[in-house]
């Protein structure tokens, strides 16, 4: 593959392919890998030449051994020797001492016994036997093993501890494991069925991923029915090596995958899944069915997968922000698999629908509102025209009702003015049928509509044998059917929700501000009380964390007696607020602490005596003092934005209504830090509050980019300070003019945790300690930085400078400026994943403007499944000669090392001679092919990395 098609081309929308069956139709999506260069020559085989990648022994296997075979009939081992026998076009092996045959094939002692390595072995011996044939199959080279064998953490101790074991004999070695306690796996196209099931697939181009062998099972035999074919079929098991990131982003670089369907129980590595699913969900459809919405399925799911589930609303939120599409039955996710092969994703959730009958458009209004759908409105424009061409009793509203006599030509002259109409993000076409109705002629008349309107078109044929012509002539032409309107209007809602998620993707968040100048100020204040050996924070404590990130607090003073707490009153003015001071205490308004609009001394005192009589109901150490803060009179609204913790997940961010009733109301949202701006106001959006705040009933708005940028602010204490536990600022008043924290609460961790133990965030923040000044040999001073996504307008800039051959030496071809300054491009250049890539920019700041420029990039990429990267560096020809390449390799060398990779390499042009001077003088190795340069430096042993 050409470099530019892996640097442009891939992130231009997939092509189209003619694959198509009956009722269930997948487009087949070309995949490119954003990782492949092109394939070297003449290199060493251990350097940049293009490795398999590491699941290929697992779903492409050449040979394969069973490892536990038997010919016993009923017995899973037998299955699946049959299984393999029937369609397995490699080399197929048995392996058990105490057999001398089973099926034909004569069996072996063990797999070390083999006569040449294999590079599957499929495991049915007794769990307690696994952890020995795993070390048997890494001495001989095996490249993988699928562990059909239950008995592991599903079983509780014991079975974690054969886990653990088997998980010990991996590390440092390359060979990767699907299980234990699983189906197995199918590649369909290739006839390759290593499960105990009782047949194999169709081939098809869709990758369904399940934690539950018997859904699979299940599913499996619907397919058949339905003519529906996969790419794969996996089924998980416990997930002891091969996660749900290692999957999707194995099947997101398969060619012969279009879309990733899932059924999951529990996550595991939620930044693993969390990585792949936004690399991957940028060009093919994730779509999930999570199991353990209900705390009662939660705990099936639990005592199934031996696996934490988590909280179901943080998972939503997780989903959310990769951009996974989360359905909520078995046949949604294939519904929904057809529909978003067949149609654009809608802009927006306005659907129009036009029936020949009002109950359908009754019942498909009702499923579109309910999933937060809208109908769109008909403009004046497209009213005169329907008014042109229908029957003067028609609805003359959406849903539009062309009326029972309908005859196709209506039908597409209404569809036209519907699609044509700019408020409209959809159509549903419904159609009853009715003595006068031809539903294949009028199928035939909205066919071309399919492509054409560049909005989606679904439809639903209502009834059976007579409609099932016209069914099969929309699905040919691309227009996914439904039997009812209602199901249809839930797979628009689903579709405009996934339209939704991508574009959080896509969006370019605008600048936050600089990061906190108060971080050390947050670690010595949380370092100062955990050496008191104190879990609680108090409220002036908890201000000065909030403040030193610049989140604006309302000012407090403390007093130990009732006329320094007067004092302090007199200092701020009349009217004022009295709270308890107290170290134990967590919520002050349950034992009456918290004392509003006191106007004198004597009310100052009054509510100390009352604050003092409420606190000694908690013990007489309860009680030590007061707060004293202005009485806010500002009209705004009482937010709440918090922190707290999640099992799997992590640190999570909540923002709703505040005040007393805030749980009551349960008005909020949950998101992922970090956040950025998009995120921010995205997480906003998800409430009911968010409408107020944007101004209703003539009040005025609220700055919302101020409140933005405020959560990003917070989100940036919640991952740089990881011993707060939970964080609470209730409330947060918001009014137009200004925000400020009222009342704010921290909890952090154990002070005896050690470090390594504190929750990491799932998303990785970004990696502050890359960054440092240095200066160029023109005396020029620069910062050299990892990449953010509000870099996007400067990277374009940055192109600009840019001259034909520097683009040629980066990315091996000509490209144009609008190729490279694509926004769909450029999201993928600046929105990374630091687990994953690490982009340092080097940045320029004007003294005088303050206009800043990017001069340079340097890219380090890790390469899935293995424990090495590749580098790329592109200098702007200003700067060229100046040591900023040298620099940004070193720092890339560095960054590698810190993150404990093995090897880092890069291809390069032969005429690129001076990254090739420069990698050179520090350490890498060159190799020289065909039409390439390999230079490639060792950084560390696996085992040293491990």
């Known amino acids: 593959m050409a470099v530019m098609q892996k640097m442009i ?11 198509s069956r009956p009722k269930i139709e997948f487009r087949i999506l070309e995949a490119m890998s954003m990782q492949t260069d092109p394939t070297p020559l003449a290199l060493p085989r251990d350097l940049l030449q ?9 779903f492409h296997p050449r040979s394969a051994a069973i490892v536990g075979a038997s010919d016993r009939p009923g017995s899973v081992a037998r299955t699946v020797i049959e299984n393999l026998q029937r369609g397995f076009r490699g080399r197929l092996y048995a392996v058990n001492p105490a057999r001398r045959e089973a099926l034909g094939l004569p069996c072996f002692a063990s797999v070390a016994a083999l006569p040449q390595p294999v590079d599957l072995a499929v495991v049915v011996t007794p769990a307690a036997s696994v952890p020995a044939v795993i070390a048997d199959c890494v001495r001989a080279g095996v490249g993988g093993a699928v562990i059909v064998s239950a008995g592991f953490k599903e079983q509780g101790e014991r079975g974690q501890a054969l886990e653990r074991e088997i998980q010990g004999i991996l590390r440092g070695s390359r060979m990767r494991v699907i299980g234990p306690n699983c189906l197995g796996v199918m590649t369909p196209p290739e006839g390759f069925n290593a499960t105990f099931a009782a047949g194999i697939a169709r081939a098809g181009n869709v990758a369904f991923l399940s934690q539950s062998g018997a859904l699979l099972t299940a599913v499996l035999d619907w397919s058949l029915r339905e003519l529906a074919g996969f790419s794969a079929f996996v089924s998980t098991g416990s997930m002891l090596d091969v996660t749900w990131g290692d999957l999707i982003y194995y099947f997101g670089d398969d060619p012969a995958t279009s879309s990733i369907l899932i059924y999951m129980e529990s996550v595991g590595d939620a930044r693993s899944f969390l990585s792949a699913a936004r690399e991957v969900a940028l060009t093919k459809p994730i779509l999930v069915i999570k199991a353990g919405r209900t705390a009662a399925a939660a705990q099936a799911a639990a005592s199934h997968t031996g696996a934490l589930t988590g909280s179901d609303e943080v998972l939503e939120a997780a989903f959310r922000r990769c951009g996974v599409l989360r359905v909520a039955s078995i046949a949604d996710v294939f519904y929904m698999a057809e529909v978003l092969s067949k149609q654009p994703r809608p ?47 028609w609805s003359h509203g959406n849903p539009i009702d062309i009326l029972g006599d309908a005859e196709p030509e209506r039908y597409a002259q209404a569809l036209r003015l519907a699609a044509e109409d700019p408020a409209s993000d959809g159509l549903l076409l419904v159609m009853a049928p009715q003595g006068m109705t031809d539903p294949a002629r009028t199928a035939e008349a909205v066919a071309p509509f399919a492509k054409s309107t560049g909005k989606p078109v679904l439809a639903s044929w209502m009834g059976g044998a007579g409609v099932a012509a016209g069914v099969e002539i929309l699905n040919r032409a691309g227009i996914p059917t439904f039997d009812f309107p209602d199901t249809a209007a839930r797979a628009f809602n689903y579709m405009w929700r996934y339209s939704y998620n991508l574009k959080g993707l896509y969006e370019t968040p605008e600048e936050a501000g600089a990061d906190a100048r108060g971080r050390g100020q947050a670690e010595a204040l949380l370092r100062a009380a955990r050496q008191q050996g104190r879990t609680l924070l108090t409220e002036p404590e908890s201000k000065q964390l909030l403040a030193a990130y610049g989140l604006p607090v309302v000012p407090t003073c ?30 002050k308004s349950d034992v009456g602490g918290v004392q509003l609009n006191l106007r004198d001394d004597a009310a100052v005192r009054d509510a100390w005596r009352r604050i003092e009589r409420g606190a000694a109901s908690a013990g007489a150490a309860a009680f030590e003092g007061v707060t004293v803060q202005p009485m806010v009179k500002a009209a705004g609204y009482e937010l709440i934005l918090g922190s707290s913790l999640d099992s799997q997940f992590g640190p999570v961010i909540l923002f709703g209504s505040g005040g007393q009733l805030v749980e009551v109301y349960r008005d909020r949202a949950l998101a992922l830090p970090p956040l950025n701006t998009t995120l921010a106001r995205r997480l906003m959006e998800q409430t009911r509050i968010y409408a107020a705040l944007q101004g209703v009933r003539g009040r005025r708005p609220v700055d919302l980019e101020a409140l933005e940028r405020l959560l990003v602010q917070f989100s940036q204490l919640v991952v740089e300070q990881p011993w707060v536990r939970e964080m609470d600022i209730n409330p947060l008043l918001a009014s137009p003019t200004g925000l400020l924290a009222l009342d704010a609460r921290v909890v952090l ?23 440092a000044p240095w200066r160029l040999k023109n005396g020029l001073e620069i910062n050299l930085r990892p990449i953010r996504p509000e870099d996007e307008p400067l990277i374009a800039k940055f192109h600009q400078t840019l001259s034909e051959r520097s ?66 560096i592109l200098v702007g020809d200003a700067y060229q000669g100046q040591g900023l390449g040298t620099e940004l390799l070193r720092r890339l060398i560095g960054i590698g090392r810190d993150e404990k990779l093995e090897r880092i390499s890069a291809a390069i042009l032969p005429e690129n001679r001076q990254i090739q001077t420069v990698a050179r003088r520090l350490g890498y190795r060159l190799y020289f092919g065909e039409g390439m340069v390999t230079a490639t430096i060792e950084l560390q042993s696996a085992e040293e990395a491990g």
């Open 347 to 393: 802009r927006g959730p306005r659907l129009t629908i036009v029936t020949n009958a009002g109950g359908p458009g009754v019942l498909a209004t009702d499923a579109l509102i309910a999933g937060d759908g809208e109908l769109a409105p008909v403009s004046p424009e497209t009213r005169a025209g329907l008014d042109r061409i229908l029957p003067p009793h």
């Open 9 to 19: 081309a891939a992130e231009s929308a997939p092509r189209d392919g003619d694959y």
């Open 749 to 771: 961790h154990d002070p005896a945790t050690p470090p390594q133990a504190l929750p990491r965030p799932a998303i990785r923040p970004y990696p502050t300690r890359y960054s």
């Open 50 to 58: 293009r490795e398999p990648p590491a699941l290929d022994a697992i």
């Open 807 to 872: 683009v040629y030496l980066r990315y091996w071809q000509e490209a144009s400026l609008t190729e490279r300054t694509a926004h769909e491009r450029l999201t993928r250049i600046c929105f990374v994943d630091y687990d994953r890539e690490i982009a340092l920019v080097a940045e320029h700041c004007d003294a005088a403007t303050r206009e800043r420029a990017i001069l340079a990039v340097g890219r380090l990429t890790k390469l899935h499944g293995r424990n090495e990267a590749r580098f790329a």
């Open 558 to 587: 403390v007093a130990d007696n009732p006329e320094g707490a007067v004092a302090c009153a007199r200092d701020f003015g009349f009217p004022v607020v009295l709270k308890l001071f107290s170290h134990t205490i967590t919520h």
